[in-house]
């Protein structure tokens, strides 16, 4: 029940008789059933990751952990800790000493966030909530206990402004009245306490924006064109490139990119996959660049069919590159010229645009034998 933010020393004096209180040590057999009954439905019917935080002596992990869940329970007090792993020996949790509003589980997630009567203690519990919630797999739930406690001076969190705080996360909140259920507090009660359910909405799956470029060859020089009028690295130098449109794939896309800057009609056995490269512009957010090749003479011409877009075409030796470009797309004909196929160009913010042989150097080859189903 404890969290990073309360006296330690307190709660560590409070562990000996924490479990004094009916509704803490659960040992008489009805308050146990009822909470029993109460936890299993608020958590799933199938064995679940669950994560409680704020544990105490850990009466509430062990319900979950007898209802075949797996629990890894947190306090920030060691006497707390020490009393949750004796009583959890044998179900298979496992105890941790740490903060609840910043539980020490590094990168794992759960199906489950179950905390009782600690939220109400918490300086920013709006951030915490946030916090929490990120904690859940897709699909998972926040179970919290909380109430207000005290007629005259009191205390806790009502359900109204708790509603108010989950409210930014979306989803679904169910509150449940718990005052009214005397088995549960092993008295009569007249406050208020409650269980809130909330179920964040699922993250919206990731995302990115799929480009491709044109590497025309000719002999030993590829043609670039200087980008003007875009709003974006105008007066760059850049392959021939764009966006892919709905329903379109990669080698019908740069067809048809390469028609509309260019004016060559290639065919789709005239392009060679050259490199894929994800990649990410200063202050933007990341895509996936697909680079073709494709020899001069094929298709026609290249003319500049987009002046709008495009000030001029130019050819340059592929050993000789000139400065004055777009640096992700100088990096994918690097990596190309260095027989690299996977590369990461991911800038930070504050990156120039501007390739800077000076600057950082935001290029990362993946190899290979990396990518399963490459056979190398």
């Known amino acids: 029940m404890s969290t990073g933010t309360d006296d330690r020393d307190f709660w560590d004096a409070e562990a000996e008789r924490f479990d004094d209180e009916p509704d803490h040590g659960l040992r008489d057999?009805?308050?146990?059933?009822?909470?029993?009954?109460?936890?299993?439905?608020?958590?799933?019917?199938?064995?679940?990751?669950?994560?409680?935080?704020?544990?105490g002596t850990g009466s509430l992990a062990l319900l979950a952990a007898e209802s075949g869940h797996r629990v890894t329970a947190v306090d920030s007090?060691?006497?707390?800790?020490?009393?949750?792993?004796?009583?959890?020996?044998?179900?298979?949790a496992r105890v941790l000493v740490g903060d609840a509003a910043r539980p020490p589980v590094g990168a794992d997630r759960f199906d489950v966030v179950l905390v009782r009567h600690v939220l109400w203690m918490l300086p920013d519990p709006a951030a915490v909530?946030?916090?929490?919630?990120?904690?859940?797999?897709?699909?998972?739930?926040?179970?919290?206990?909380?109430?207000?406690?005290?007629?005259?001076?009191?205390?806790?969190?009502?359900?109204?402004?708790?509603?108010?705080?989950?409210?930014?996360?979306?989803?679904?909140?169910l509150v449940e009245q718990l005052g009214h259920d005397a088995a549960l507090w092993g008295r009569e009660v007249d406050d208020e306490r409650y269980a809130a359910v909330l179920t964040p909405?699922?993250?919206?799956?990731?995302?990115?924006?799929?480009?491709?470029?044109?590497?025309?060859?000719?002999?030993?020089?590829?043609?670039?064109?200087?980008?003007?009028?875009?709003?974006?690295?105008?007066?760059?130098?850049h392959a021939p490139s764009g966006h892919l449109e709905d329903g379109e794939d990669v080698r019908s896309g740069m067809i048809r990119e390469a028609r509309e800057e260019i004016g060559i009609e290639l065919s789709p056995d005239e392009l060679?996959?050259?490199?894929?490269?994800?990649?990410?512009?200063?202050?933007?957010?990341?895509?996936?660049?697909?680079?073709?090749?494709?020899?001069?003479?094929?298709?026609?011409?290249?003319?500049?069919?987009?002046?709008?877009?495009?000030?001029?075409?130019?050819?340059?030796?592929?050993?000789?590159?000139?400065d004055d470009m777009v640096a992700y797309c100088r990096a994918g004909i690097d990596a190309y010229r260095d027989g690299e196929s996977f590369l990461l160009h991911l800038h930070r913010d504050g990156d120039p645009i501007a390739y800077d042989p000076a600057g950082p150097g935001r290029a990362v080859p993946l190899s290979r034998s990396a990518v399963p189903g490459s056979g190398t």
């Open 272 to 322: 060679s996959v050259a490199l894929v490269m994800q990649h990410r512009a200063p202050n933007g957010s990341a895509r996936i660049g697909w680079f073709f090749t494709a020899r001069h003479g094929s298709g026609g011409e290249p003319v500049n069919r987009e002046p709008d877009k495009c000030s001029e075409l130019g050819w340059y030796r592929l050993d000789a590159l000139p």
């Open 201 to 237: 909405p699922a993250p919206a799956r990731h995302r990115e924006i799929v480009d491709v470029h044109l590497l025309l060859l000719r002999d030993d020089e590829i043609l670039l064109a200087r980008r003007s009028g875009t709003g974006y690295a105008d007066g760059l130098l």
């Open 77 to 92: 007090s060691t006497k707390m800790a020490a009393r949750a792993r004796e009583k959890l020996t044998g179900t298979g």
């Open 129 to 173: 909530l946030r916090h929490w919630a990120a904690l859940l797999r897709p699909g998972g739930r926040l179970v919290l206990v909380e109430g207000r406690w005290g007629a005259i001076s009191p205390v806790g969190i009502t359900a109204a402004a708790l509603a108010d705080l989950a409210a930014p996360l979306g989803g679904r909140l």
């Open 29 to 55: 057999p009805r308050v146990r059933d009822a909470w029993a009954i109460r936890l299993r439905s608020w958590l799933p019917d199938t064995p679940s990751d669950v994560l409680d935080l704020g544990c």
